[in-house]
């Protein structure tokens, strides 16, 4: 059966990083099916050409009943529209522009990357969600600013530092009530919400999904 497949430049590249800890060639011979193949074959040669300047939409899937599917590519001065255009409360900024001076700044999502994420959760209705790795907060204090009253985030972060600052924030934007901060191993507080019946809606996760492996212990 005849299936599309779609994915922007920025996808592409976002794939290849997450994939970075083995070898393209590894991947390809790993992959059991020969759809599966020809979707990695696709996206290698998409990332190769990411850098590309074009604005012009280009054709990335053949697909025999829906036919050829477009996407736009993001260009700088797209991307520039985008930011200029989000719509990041004061309390945000803020604290984005606090964690610049900050150690470790590049893993703060950006300004569109958190309002997706609170668009999310709005759409799914979700009332209680977990992140791992919230580093100084952004974006789980643009998750909690977008859950009703009665939500709740289950704020996970092993650094300290940066967990004083993600705290600070949640008071200052009236939303503590809403998060409970696990502050350790998210291993732990995972295993520790399981063995506890506590479920959730929505997962997010700051680092690449990929990595999650890494949480298994032993």
């Keep these: 059966m005849a299936t599309g497949f779609a994915i922007s430049r920025c996808s592409a590249l976002a794939y290849q990083r997450a994939v970075v800890y083995l070898s393209r060639r590894q991947q390809f011979h790993a992959l059991s099916s020969l759809t599966a193949k020809s979707r990695f074959l696709k996206l290698n040669n998409l990332t190769r050409n990411c850098s590309s300047s074009s604005n012009a939409p280009f054709i990335v899937a053949e697909d025999e009943k829906y036919g050829n599917k477009q996407v736009i590519s993001i260009t700088p001065r797209l991307y520039d529209y985008i930011l200029a255009n989000v719509r990041e409360p004061q309390i945000l900024r803020q604290l ?70 993600a705290k600070k924030y949640y008071e200052l934007a009236g939303v503590s009530q809403k998060v409970i901060v696990k502050h350790g191993l998210a291993a732990d507080a995972l295993k520790s919400m399981i063995l506890n019946g506590e479920a959730c809606r929505c997962l997010f996760k700051a680092a690449m999904i990929l990595h999650l492996w890494m949480l298994k212990r032993g």
């Design 96 to 165: 984005r522009e606090e964690t610049a001076n900050m150690r470790g700044s590049q893993m703060q999502v950006s300004p569109d990357q958190a309002q997706l994420l609170a668009m999310l959760v709005q759409i799914l209705g979700a009332e209680r969600c977990i992140e791992i790795g919230v580093y100084t907060g952004y974006s789980s204090l643009a998750i909690a600013l977008a859950l009703p009253e009665s939500g709740c985030l289950v704020a996970c972060e092993r650094d300290a530092r940066s967990l004083e600052v």
